[in-house]
């Protein structure tokens, strides 16, 4: 019988000497997840700006950002379940091409004019709902083309990729996008998802390698296979719990900061393009050097290392009343952050069954994310109530629950 950390550090030794070659699958993917991110980017920064343009209710207009989410909560389980049961690889390029038909679409109405913030929320919910099943098949898909051992840097290079194509490359070009005309954007993010489905499909078909199901195994049954499979596991179980409630912290603290940073801190909009940048460093620092560091404490401690990195950025953000501090903060939380991120989703590749990963994966996804909203709603309370600082302070407190939570998982045996 060995223990999470024994076994991860003896993962993480393996790791250090596997191949991770670009030519071939994982190339073509990584290029599909860069040029789809950088459309994204694109779309995410111009869609709230035609928002305000369409209505000037601040209910319909955070109604966007809750489409982003719903369909998560109503859809998120079902994504994973027939992520396993499809062709991965098919059920990516085919969602990608769906998404395009829908952008196309979508900025042939801007450019006509005919744009409402009806059809607006009906885009963001459908793209969401898409996603779905897209981000279940991708995480499922990743194992079959690279090495087990080098997942790692695999994940890190995916989400290093999309870290800086979104946040350096195609947030800057925005305004550039919306000179050329107010359908660019949109247009642009349709060529982006087509050219992704062409690089996906080009992978060819997945290998055959799932048992047929039983006569009456129906998609009911699929989910709550995959909810079982993820509570059953120790670690991914008290991971879970964990990432829930961290993620409600970082709900509260992204729903207030720019209230904390111009007002709070009096940093004004310049202030507040500085600290945002300098989250976006850190978490392309933190995914170039995701994979040493787990491999240097493994797995499971890099986790808990990085939770401790961001309390400590909270607590400097929520009681230091000074624009430098608060640069530095969220440079660091955003570097603890990525590698979170990347060592959370490693884990879950590696510890689940290959043919549950996309449930599993679902059912992680879908619990996680609905600690996002209701942070949103409860930093909003806190703020108003108790000063713009503290949502800093709660998500602190947020993530010592959250570091409590993982412990269990941390020791318990793998058999």
């Keep these: 019988m060995t223990t999470v950390e024994g076994a991860d550090q003896d993962a993480a030794g393996q790791a250090r000497q596997a191949p991770l070659a670009w030519r071939g699958g994982f190339g073509r993917l990584w290029g599909a997840a860069v040029v789809s991110r950088f459309g994204d980017a694109l779309r995410g920064a111009a869609l709230p700006l035609l928002a305000v343009s369409l209505t000037d209710s601040p209910v319909l207009v955070s109604l966007v950002t809750v489409c982003g989410f ?6 998120g389980l079902l994504g994973g379940a027939l992520a396993d049961r499809v062709d991965q690889r098919r059920a990516m390029w085919a969602v990608d091409a769906a998404r395009g038909a829908l952008m196309a679409a979508f900025a042939v109405a801007v450019w006509l004019g005919h744009a409402t913030i009806g059809l607006l929320l009906a885009l963001a919910f459908a793209l969401t709902t898409l996603q779905t099943l897209f981000d279940n098949a991708a995480t499922a898909l990743l194992p079959s083309v690279v090495p087990r051992e080098a997942l790692s840097r695999a994940n890190a290079r995916l989400m290093t990729g999309q870290e800086v194509m979104g946040r350096f490359v195609g947030a800057p070009l925005v305004p550039v996008a919306l000179g050329l005309g107010a359908a660019v954007p949109y247009a642009a993010d349709a060529v ?10 080009s992978l060819g078909s997945a290998p055959p390698g799932r048992e047929p199901r039983a006569p009456g195994h129906t998609i009911r049954k699929d989910m709550a296979e995959g909810v079982r499979m993820l509570w059953r596991d120790p670690l991914l179980r008290a991971l879970c719990v964990s990432t829930t409630l961290c993620n409600v912290g970082i709900g509260a603290l992204i729903a207030t900061l720019v209230l904390h940073i111009t007002g709070w801190l009096g940093a004004g909009d310049a202030g507040y393009a500085a600290v945002i940048t300098a989250y976006g460093i850190g978490g392309v620092l933190g995914g170039l050097v995701a994979a040493r560091v787990a491999e240097r404490l493994g797995r499971a401690p890099t986790i808990m290392v990085c939770g401790l990195a961001q309390i400590a950025a909270l607590l400097a953000l929520g009681t230091i009343r000074a624009l430098p501090a608060a640069v530095a903060a969220l440079a660091v939380f955003g570097l603890a952050g990525m590698i979170w991120n990347i060592t959370e989703v490693t ?12 449930r599993v994966s679902a059912a992680f996804r879908t619990l996680s994310i609905a600690g996002s909203p209701l942070g949103a709603l409860l930093g909003g309370v806190i703020a108003a109530a108790w000063g713009l600082n503290t949502p800093a302070l709660a998500a602190a407190a947020l993530f010592v629950g959250g570091l409590v939570a993982l412990v269990p998982g941390m020791r318990s045996p793998i058999n």
Excluded: C, D, H, K
Excluded at 347 to 358: F, H
């Design 70 to 75: 719903l369909p998560w909560l109503l859809f």
């Design 192 to 201: 982006t998802y087509l050219a992704a489905a062409g690089l996906v499909a």
């Design 347 to 358: 884990m879950m590749q590696q510890r689940s069954p290959a043919e549950m990963l996309g």
